[in-house]
């Protein structure tokens, strides 16, 4: 028996890239909170990653901040691959998925990420990549 994953070739007109992002607030034994994604072309998976974020979350809203954070430099990696070989055919800006309110709030500018200096940078960086219009957090 073979196994594998098949991916549709159907690029002709424009590229779909999205993410979907989640977190476990405070899972671990050592306090921090576990994120990952997963990177969709087409609706096929291209990339995905779990690991421990760097920093202690104090909240669910903030874990998945940190998800959202850790997508983004995949994202950059693969939109300019993409782009390179498909001659900028990506539909623009990339959806990232979010299943906490709060956190799609605070990206969208909606509300104050808090006091937290580690959150605020992260928070940063998400708005810069809003306002390119290079992402969506949705």
């Given at each position: ?15 779909k ?59 950059g ?45 992260k ?16």
């Amino acid at each position: 028996i073979d196994y594998g994953i098949i991916y549709e070739s159907d690029f002709k007109d424009e590229v779909k890239l999205e993410a979907y992002v989640d977190a476990a607030f405070g899972d671990r034994n050592d306090g921090y909170s576990t994120a990952g994604y997963v990177i969709m072309l087409n609706n096929c998976p291209i990339s995905w990653r779990t690991s421990g974020l760097k920093f202690a979350a104090s909240s669910s809203t903030e874990a998945e901040l940190g998800a959202v954070h850790m997508v983004l430099e995949e994202l950059g990696h693969i939109r300019g691959m993409i782009n390179e070989l498909l001659d900028n055919k990506i539909l623009t800006p990339i959806k990232i998925h979010c299943d906490n309110s709060p956190a799609v709030l605070i990206s969208n500018d909606d509300c104050s990420p808090g006091k937290s200096r580690t959150i605020n940078t992260k928070v940063a960086k998400i708005r810069r990549f809003i306002q390119d219009k290079i992402v969506e957090v949705v």
